[in-house]
């Protein structure tokens, strides 16, 4: 089993629509969540990390935390096609380790 | 500029070859990694660092090296490359893995 699971995608969603990403994770320990997007032949930049259970909003973005379930969520609101990209689920396991998923990418078309 | 950075930034070389890429950060941080990324694979950890002379085996540490003499810097060595580590490669630093981390533009690998 994979430490990190993300929805395989890709994902292709309308102008203004809501894009939702999902990821499992393995180690019921874990503390800390992150969401980093990864435009095509660039390095991953962060644009959410959650540390506790519920939501967090920053802008269009609203990640979801769920311990007890394992899962995290990330959802984009009024997709626009400059968030068509790769998003990396990433998970920090223990005190030394981050582990990322394989990434879902998304296209918003316009 | 806070930044990470690498080089090369391309390199194409034969089997065998010994080669390091080196990377180096500007923001003090202490905790340095090294991630490899394949298509359907996503990125997966080599080795990472959490000060001078403390470096430990991520997922796939097989066929690298590490070292930490500075702070600063976090090299790379392959000492005997092969095909299966063609690959893009990704440097990143951070306060701890618990904080955001920062990556460098990466390196494309091609071993024939």
């Known amino acids: 089993q994979k430490e990190v699971e993300q929805n395989s995608g890709p994902l292709s969603v309308p102008e203004g629509a809501i894009a939702s990403l999902n990821c499992t994770y393995s180690d019921r320990g874990s503390q800390s969540f992150f969401w980093y997007r990864q435009y095509s032949g660039k390095s991953p930049e962060l644009i959410m990390f959650i540390y506790s259970n519920g939501d967090k909003e920053d802008g269009r973005f609203t990640a979801q935390l769920n311990k007890a379930s394992q899962y995290v969520s990330l959802l984009i609101r009024d997709s626009q096609p400059s968030d068509s990209a790769t998003y990396l689920c990433a998970v920090n396991m223990d005190d030394y380790k981050l582990s990322f998923g394989a990434g879902t990418t998304v296209t918003v078309r316009a | 500029e806070a930044q990470v950075t690498q080089n090369p930034r391309y390199l194409i070389t034969v089997t065998g070859k010994k080669l390091t890429v080196t990377c180096s950060q500007n923001?003090?941080?202490?905790?340095m990694s090294w991630y490899r990324q394949d298509p359907g694979l996503g990125l997966r950890q080599i080795y990472y660092?959490?000060?001078?002379?403390?470096?430990d085996k991520g997922d796939v540490p097989e066929g690298y090296k590490v070292s930490r003499k500075e702070k600063r810097n976090f090299p790379l060595i392959l000492e005997s490359p092969s095909p299966n580590q063609t690959s893009l490669y990704f440097c990143?630093?951070?306060?701890?893995?618990?904080?955001?981390?920062?990556f460098g533009p990466g390196t494309r690998l091609t071993v024939t």
């Open positions: 923001m003090n941080h202490e905790y």
């Open positions: 660092s959490m000060n001078v002379e403390v470096t």
């Open positions: 990143a630093s951070g306060t701890t893995p618990s904080y955001e981390q920062y």
